[in-house]
């Protein structure tokens, strides 16, 4: 079987919590995440936007570590498609474009409504909230996703986070479903 290919929208990836688990699990190719310079554009412009504390620099480093670290993540060439789609929000038909062009089966996103069934349908894709996506990962994978969990836990230093803290962390993400799940394996997170 092969694995499936997820574009994440800019709004999954502002969030630090959640884009850190989103990329502990870019890492263990249990699918194949992918985004876009604008993708990453449209998250460093907010944060930085949104956080005076937070400069352009670290989330360039953020961004190119991201690059750095999950192969053949980046986008290309969806450009062309653009202007022929038609979204709730005309701004989300670049992150459509580029699903249809790396042949996504899933959008990873927040905003739902922007992504309507009907528009997505004849391309195969479907959006995802990030609480279903992530469950469908843990009842596709459990120890695959706990140990990705367990890493990003470990890897908080400042400060450090117990499993509760932890799992706390990510219900304040919306992912309620998916720490409701995780609380059968704290003993592995």
Known sequence: MSRRTVVYDACVLYPAPLRSFLMYLAVTDLYHARWTNDIH??????????????????????????????????VTGYESLIMSLTLPDPDDRQVLAAAIHC?????????LKDFPEDALKP?????????????????????????????????????PMSVE??????????LAQTVASLREFTDLI
């Not at 042949?103 to 927040?110: L, Y």
């Not at 932890?166 to 919306?174: N, P």
Request: proline fraction near 3%.
């Open 165 to 174: 803290e932890f799992l706390a962390s990510l219900k304040r993400q919306g």
């Open 41 to 74: 554009e449209e998250w460093m412009r907010n944060v930085v936007k949104d956080h005076a504390d937070i400069l352009r620099e670290q989330v360039e480093r953020i961004r190119d570590l991201m690059n750095a670290h999950v192969r053949d993540c980046l």
């Open 103 to 111: 042949e996504a089966d899933i959008i990873v996103t927040f905003n």
């Open 123 to 159: 391309y195969g894709i479907e959006a995802q909230h990030p609480d279903e996506f992530l469950l469908c990962q843990l009842e596709l994978a459990p120890t695959v996703v706990c140990a990705a969990a367990q890493k990003h836990r470990e890897s908080l230093q400042n400060p």
